[in-house]
């Protein structure tokens, strides 16, 4: 590839953090733990996101020059076959978080429109409010996947300016929270009871030890997605430096903004005020809390009730609008980055010819169609259930979860054996003694299997079964799959060795 084309440093920093971090995981941790939601983003960061990141990053670097990304460490780390299963099961959770995430977008087209989430009215063509939202999802996904298949500058282009908006996001939300505190004489909305607002959320569903340990897969989950960019690379200028620097500093931010916005919703937001309305759901707590900074603000600064008014409108609307530009972006990035890692990374006797095939583009364009339609057919399955707009949110959030959180298993797991064979060249390494890595690996793992396992267990002991079917059914089911395919392509190498 000619140097000018290249991604430089800053582009993969800000496809890094569109595709990593989502300021409406600060307003959904607010929701469901209050306060008590900043330990275990810090949590979740120290045990998680940081030290799986360097281990990427000793990845990325040894696997510069491989256009597979994810699946090329998988595969010479722990061989082909889990490599497969592991690989198809780390699709599995980019499409289902595709599914789920596409449907936020119209909240915040309907929010920066009118100021508030009009979707539960939403009609077109007979249509109910969840139906014509999988009826616009689908062309939408169309229309990006036609995008994105035209080259990686359109992508990385399209991924920068969503990039761009969730970092002036963050810092509007920031110097706006910090004058409403300062305007208040530094008293905050939601009263600090220390230690209990930090350990204990203000949530009735979320007060047993199980409970609060599940919200540890919801910030597992608000960390996921900085290995898909492994499969940027070998695209990437002077990549065996800029690569690990992009991580590491990427990682620091996004940990440090978390734990900050999560701080700053208690300026202007009491917990029981705002969350005890009727009509908030994870779908629109962002928005509602928006609006209720700009209303804040406004009774601050003693304006009528109706500028107020306007002043929380125009904070709704601003978030929405940013945030929507920050979707938009990281949707250029979910539909390439994973299938090109996942399709050019397998044996190419896997596919029919066609599939892994480049288009003049440089882009896996038949790959990235037939996932385009496979997310279509799953999005018009999920909207075309007999369910509200809030059961709606609440299901494909279930479903994504735990389907984003196990393919980490893997690709932690297989760190041991990529620092155990001798044979590959390591350029670049952080963990350097044995039981320093072996110790890493445990910890890690650990973590994710007590956010998967109380999830599981909290739904067992509230009965909730469906909940919990939702929540395993896609990594089981794509790990089926991939085990199948894997079966076949064995066959077929036989056949063809006789």
């Known amino acids: 590839m000619n140097d000018k084309r290249r991604l430089t440093l800053l582009s993969v920093m800000l496809m890094i953090f569109t595709s990593t971090f989502a300021f409406d995981n600060t307003s959904i941790a607010y929701y469901t733990m209050g306060d008590a939601g900043i330990i275990w983003y810090i949590l979740a960061a120290f045990f998680f996101f940081v030290p799986s990141t360097l281990m990427f990053s000793e990845f990325g670097v040894a696997f510069r020059a491989e256009p597979g990304g994810v699946f090329s460490w998988l595969e010479k780390s722990i061989g082909l076959k889990w490599a497969f299963i592991g690989g198809f099961i780390w699709i599995a959770s980019w499409v289902i978080l ?43 996904i169309i229309m990006v996947t036609a995008v994105s298949t035209r080259g990686l500058d359109k992508v ?41 607002s930090f350990i204990k959320s203000p949530r009735s569903s979320y007060q047993s030890i199980s409970q609060m340990i599940s919200f540890l897969i919801y910030a597992v989950y608000a960390y996921a997605g900085i290995e898909a960019l492994g499969g940027i690379s070998d695209k990437m200028k002077n990549s065996k430096r800029n690569f690990p620097i992009a991580l590491a500093v990427s990682a620091t931010l996004i940990t440090a903004a978390y734990a900050m916005v999560i701080f700053l919703w208690s300026t202007s937001a009491n917990w029981h005020e705002v969350f005890q309305k009727s009509g908030v759901n994870l779908g629109n707590t962002t928005y509602v809390l928006m609006s209720n900074l700009g209303y804040s603000i406004g009774n601050s600064l003693g304006i009528n009730h109706r500028s107020a008014e306007a002043l929380s409108f125009f904070f709704a609307r601003f978030g929405s609008f940013t945030m929507l530009l920050s979707y938009l972006g990281s949707f250029f990035v979910i539909v390439y980055m994973p299938i090109k890692s996942f399709i050019l990374g397998t044996p190419q006797k896997l596919w029919p010819k066609s599939l892994p095939k480049l288009n003049k583009f440089g882009m896996p364009a038949n790959a990235m169609w037939w996932q385009a339609i496979i997310i279509c057919i799953l999005i018009g399955l999920t909207s075309f259930g007999n369910s509200t707009a809030t059961a709606f949110y609440e299901i494909l959030t279930l479903m994504d979860n735990v389907s984003s959180t196990l393919p980490y298993l893997f690709l932690v797991s297989a760190f041991i054996f990529f620092k155990q064979n001798k044979e590959l060249k390591k350029p670049y390494e952080i963990f350097k003694k044995k039981w320093n890595y072996i110790i890493i690996v445990i910890i890690v793992n650990t973590v994710l ?15 909730n079964y469906l909940d919990l079917f939702l929540e395993l059914i896609g990594p089981v089911l794509f790990g089926f799959i991939g085990y199948c395919l894997y079966v076949l392509y064995e066959r077929w190498i036989k056949k063809l060795e006789k």
Not at 120 to 137: A, R, V
Not at 160 to 189: C, D, E, Q, R
Not at 449 to 463: C, H, K, P, Q
């Open 449 to 463: 299997l007590m956010g998967v396992g109380s999830t599981i267990v909290d739904a067992i002991e509230t009965n």
């Open 156 to 196: 990385a282009s399209l991924a920068s300016i969503g990039g761009i908006a969730a970092v002036f996001l963050t810092l509007f939300f920031i110097a706006a929270s910090l004058f409403l505190l300062v305007l208040n004489g530094f008293k905050l909305a939601e009263p600090i009871d220390f230690p209990k």
């Open 98 to 140: 595709t599914v789920s995430t596409v449907s936020k977008i119209w909240i915040m087209l309907s929010t920066t429109i009118s100021g508030a989430d009009k979707t539960g009215t939403w009609h077109i063509l007979g249509f109910n409010s969840t139906e014509t939202i999988g009826i616009i999802s689908i062309i939408f």
